[in-house]
């Protein structure tokens, strides 16, 4: 296989849902709408079915149908890396496998979650499943919903002996990670900062790509101009301070890693952009009247709003 590399802005898109929490053919047309918003805006390429998609609380059907769309409306534009992670290997196996047999250019892949792994079923969680479908494989680090933590040790292990496992979204928030990681495994992987915040810092320290929310994509791509091809890092500085800290910047600790909070800050923002993207899937809710007002008096704060 030839070596794909999944760098840059990857923003994860929302799935929407009908009033009545259902992916039906009018969440579909919506779904179209916001991955022509975040092509237009130049992103690098698009991640359906992660965190912010709401995967977990997708059918088989569903996520399915969700690649379908995805890689028929980008039509070649930009990459598709579709979120493919589960509670099983044999799940995550087939996914991937649809996703190959689909066009998709890569997968982004969780920790198994719920089940708290060690270290060594982590590794044979990865091996299995690059060995089985041969296809570009982001690793996907998230402690916080997941329970289980992957060190670089363990990066570094996996990248050494699997060609196909050729990136990682690392979303631990601890920056010194980038040097632990790029130190272990050299240039053999992409490092893509899985946080909003702070994006700039984590550019500087070494990070080749964002993964963040796909409400600001032309802002999201701008900071990675400034940072990776203009390598302008004060100007990135006080781009993102003026266009996106005072939206990004998390309130508290479960602002920033708890799913539920999120999933209802990136719905409630493209229903401010005028995407009908509907509320999230029950059990979790919309963001409160209150905290919608405040965002988007934030938005039009920095421009985001008009």
Known sequence: MKKIRLDGVQVVI?????????????????????????????????????????????????RKRLFDICIEQVGGRVSVCCGTGAVTTKEVINYNRYAKEIGAVGVMLVT????????????????????????????????????VDMKP?????????FDNIVAIKESTGDL??????????????????????????????GANGWVPNAWFPAEAQEIHRLCVEK??????????????????KPANEGA????????????????????KVGAPRAPLSLMDEKGKKRLAEQMKQVGLLS
């Open 14 to 62: 929302p799935t929407p849902f009908n009033e009545e929490g259902e992916f039906d053919r009018s969440a579909e047309s919506v779904l179209r709408k916001v991955i022509d918003f975040v092509i237009e805006k130049g992103v690098t390429g698009i991640i359906p079915a992660g965190g912010a998609g709401e995967f977990f609380s997708l059918t088989e059907a569903e």
């Open 176 to 205: 010194r990670r980038i040097g632990e990681i790029k130190d272990a495994c050299g240039n053999k992987i992409d490092y893509l900062f899985g946080d909003d915040y702070p994006i700039v810092d984590a550019y500087i320290l």
């Open 231 to 248: 390598r302008d890092f004060v100007a990135a500085k006080t781009f993102y301070d003026q266009r996106l800290r005072p939206v990004l």
């Open 256 to 275: 920033r890693t708890n799913p539920s909070a999120y999933i209802a800050k990136q719905k409630a923002a493209f229903e401010l952009l005028g995407f």
């Open 153 to 161: 040790d363990l990066v570094a292990r996996l990248v050494a002996e």
């Open 112 to 147: 198994p979650y719920y089940s708290l792994p060690t270290d060594e079923e982590i590794f044979r969680f990865y091996a299995t499943v690059a060995e089985a479908v041969d296809i570009s494989i982001m690793m996907y680090n998230d402690p916080f919903p997941t329970g």
